[in-house]
């Protein structure tokens, strides 16, 4: 901002107006920092693609006035020229923006090379191996494309499955057998990348920016992460939450009949489960624990960490 107004001030002082020239370059320095303020927020894909398309529109706006050159005057040409380059160049660079948003390095180099792009990448993460489901999840076709395992989270597996801790050590271990399971379905293309961000110290972090760098999904179960990464403009694959929309719907004033397994934490209430795990809350059902009762399902609440169930016993009725 300094040298702009410096810049302008000296140039005012030629044209004998130094005020008005510092702040014409005031004007100009805040116009540059606005400018590199929405650049470094933008996408390498949508910057190429807004170049690319602001010169396609002014090239075009050339072509369009080059047969009119001999039919009219010179001054006209240039006030023609200049509105519909103005015209077609910002149309241009608003479609290249929208249309490069998902272009990457990547995407450009494979095609320099004659490589066709790769669709419907998939990236997994530590938390979606180690659980499992993934696997069963690929082998009856549900997701499909190709899947990358980063090297930074096989190191990650490979570290926990070193732990001393022997839970630590057998989710490591588990983690390791899922993975060697998936790459061995035949319906899908499993492969192990080498980027890496040394830069980005933390794993999730690292899985952000390489889902933003391959223009990939992240599979993964762990919440936190499905929030960072859609905050960023990443899609996610949340195996939990596609778990929970799979579960049986249970509507209030529906009946069942379920084994009383504990106590509940408030004043004379019982816990059952249903077949899929969710848990169902039975008021004055301490009494029954460890047997069957008949439910009236009374009320459902759903949260983003699953759904509980409300119910009393029939025989109240």
Do not use: C, W
């Not at 702040?23 to 590199?36: C, K, M």
């Not at 983690?175 to 110290?201: M, S, T």
């Not at 694959?237 to 009949?257: F, T």
């Not at 949260?303 to 016993?313: C, S, Y």
């Amino acid at each position: 901002m300094l040298i702009f107004i410096t810049a302008g001030y000296l140039y005012g002082i030629r044209l004998q107006a130094p005020l008005q020239g510092a702040g014409f370059g005031l004007v100009l320095g805040t116009i540059f920092i606005v400018t590199e303020m929405r650049l470094n927020r933008m996408a390498f894909g949508s910057m190429l693609g807004g170049v690319v398309g602001l010169g396609l529109g002014i090239l075009i706006a050339r072509l369009l006035i080059y047969p009119l050159t001999h039919l009219m005057t010179d001054d006209s040409m240039v006030l023609a020229y200049f509105i519909l380059s103005a015209f077609l160049g910002y149309s241009g660079l608003l479609i290249g923006l929208e249309r490069g948003r998902n272009m990457t390095v990547t995407a450009i180099m494979r095609l320099f090379k004659g490589q066709e792009p790769e669709e419907d990448i998939k990236i997994l993460d530590t938390s979606v191996i180690i659980d499992g489901r993934i696997a069963d999840v690929i082998e009856i076709g549900f997701l499909g494309g190709t899947f990358v395992v980063p090297q930074f989270i096989l190191q990650e597996l490979q570290y926990i499955a070193d732990s001393p801790d022997p839970l630590r050590r057998t989710k490591g271990r588990r983690g390791l057998e899922i993975l060697h399971r998936v790459q061995k379905l035949a319906n899908i293309k499993v492969k192990i990348v080498e980027e890496d961000f040394p830069k980005i110290k933390e794993v999730d972090a690292k899985l952000i920016a390489l889902a933003r760098f391959l223009s990939a999904k992240i599979v993964t179960n762990d919440f936190n992460m499905s929030k960072i990464a859609q905050l960023q403009g990443v899609s996610v694959l949340n195996i939990n939450e596609l778990s929970n929309i799979l579960k049986p719907v249970v509507l209030p004033g529906e009946p069942l009949q379920l084994f009383i397994a504990k106590e509940g934490k408030e004043h004379n209430q019982g816990v059952a489960y249903l077949d899929d795990g969710t848990m169902v809350v039975v008021e004055n059902a301490r009494k029954l624990i460890g047997k069957s009762a008949d439910l009236i399902v009374t009320s459902v609440l759903q949260t983003t960490a699953g759904r509980m169930i409300f119910a009393r016993l029939k025989e109240e009725d």
